[in-house]
């Protein structure tokens, strides 16, 4: 059969049919309401996208690797794998980068290295010639010894580091000078935006920002785009949030290649550098191995965006020195994605999905508002000296933790779904900086309390979750309550019972209630009197927020937990009513 005469069996769909089919289905529920996501950036995300929601982008049309690169700077999909070195020793370190490669690790970078001269240098890149290096704690020497190292070579591999140009701009002006076309000397840190809480939108425009400063300052410099714009490199923490992750990434390299032109650089100049690594911030002591997860689908979105080098951290990093178990894990999250799932095969896979499209569009869009609305007001340097910036980092922090808090935003294994029976306390090195802001943080502070008061001879709280009457209901509000008291760490039990005298016979430092709300008045003032019959003060909790809670509190009843109630707050309170204090 002809493929046309296929096609012609399916005949198109309007989206007025759609949008028809959906609210005969939503039968009367709020469309907006059910099926309409509001993202962090202000984007109302729709249930489905069609041809009609990309007309007018051009981009789409552009080939991987062609201007401006919302599609990818190459027209391959490979990457390479970078692997992160901290060891102090230079002997030590330049054989932990040679046996990452042979692991299959692609391109190292080193951390704290302290590079005296020429000597310590060729030390630490022994054997390593061929293989792209970058210096994450770069300082003006050894920018100055990278840049001898390379000319002193005919065909050298790259070199890169973290050295950020505002530092010294007269110096680095004199660098980009100086330096060979394999030297990448400047790396603008856009992850310290993604983990200081900033949405994608602020991700891409204050690192635009940033960007076109630099530029500016090095043309004020007498330093040609040409040479400039291809000197600083950007480097990206990927989030959760897997498609506007991937849509960040092509949506900087487009308004990046916009910049760059509008200085009057070239087309080959407007090629974004990027390194993406996992992000610190989504990662959680408990439930650790749910970071690898984690991890696997952060690096996913590097690649589907299009990132020319990927690191994926150790999942175990956020609370110990990762070993050599956890760093072989992490690289090979990478050699997997490449080896076995052959994302690198494909250049740009996401590209023409219109959801994916309007999405990249929409955060190119507004970043570039948000840039010109740094602009008027002096530029990015101006932006982060008066506060602007941390501003509003702080603000839209603020939001995002909200989010944490009200469970809104799901950490799995900490604020959801919670293992009460785990233990973190004991794997946490005493030595391992915890500074470092992470979203479960709040969540995991209400866990290690109740470890402490266990370990230092107390009684792990025990909640009774006494299911009583209608099945559909106790059923529904047991897990809720459980799920809810697994965030704290407390002991969970669940019972089916036939009356009140049987939950008050129970051991527990609280019960909790689960049925429904009409059953609550006659089930509470009951349970609540053979208590005191038998001399005990338990705490008695609903699971849920009736009509009825006035009578119910006036009855004796301690508190409610429900899907409105804030989780840290109620069980921070809890804690300290059973004896559980910092």
Known sequence: MAMDNLLQEFPPVTTQSWEEAIRKDLKGA?????????????????????????????????????????????????WRIREQIDVADLEEANQAARSALAAGAEEIAFSNKAIRDASDLRILLAGLEQTPVHFDDAGEPLLRLSIAHLAARPRPAPISTGFEPFASLDFAAEVVRAAPSAFVPFTFHGEELEESGATAVEEVGFALAAGI????EMQARHVEV????????????????????????????MVWARAVEAFGGNRESGRARIHARTSRWTKTLYDPHVNILRAATEAMSAVLGGADSVSVAPFDECYKTADEASRRLARNTQILLKKEAHLSRVA???GGSYYLEFVTDFLAREAWKRMQEIEANGGYGKARADGRIAIALKQSMARREEAVAARRRVFTGTNRYADPAEKALQRIEASRPMGEPRGAQSYEQLRLRTERHAAAGGKTPRVLLAEIGDAKMRAARSRFAADFFACAGFEIATRRFENAAEIAA??????????????????????????????????????????????????????????????????TAWQQKLGIKE
């Open 30 to 78: 709020d469309y907006a309401r059910k099926l309409i996501w509001q993202s962090e950036d202000g984007l109302a995300v729709k249930p489905y996208y069609r041809a009609e929601d990309t007309e007018g982008l051009e981009f789409p049309q552009a080939a991987p690797g062609d201007f401006p690169y919302a599609r990818g700077n190459r027209a391959s999909g490979d």
């Open 213 to 216: 400063d630099y530029l500016a």
């Open 226 to 253: 040409d040479r400039a714009a291809p000197a600083l490199a950007f480097s990206f923490a990927m989030g959760a949030n897997f498609f506007f992750q991937i849509a960040k990434l092509r949506a900087f390299r």
């Open 348 to 350: 740009d896979p996401g």
């Open 506 to 571: 129970g051991d527990a430092e609280l019960i909790v209630l689960c049925s429904s709300d009409p059953e609550y008045p006659e089930l509470a003032a009951p349970l609540i009197a053979a208590l005191r019959a038998l001399g005990r003060n338990t705490p008695v909790l609903i699971a849920g927020n009736p009509d009825s809670a006035p009578q119910l509190r006036a009855a004796g009843v301690a508190d409610f937990v429900h899907l409105r109630s804030n989780p840290i707050e109620l069980l």
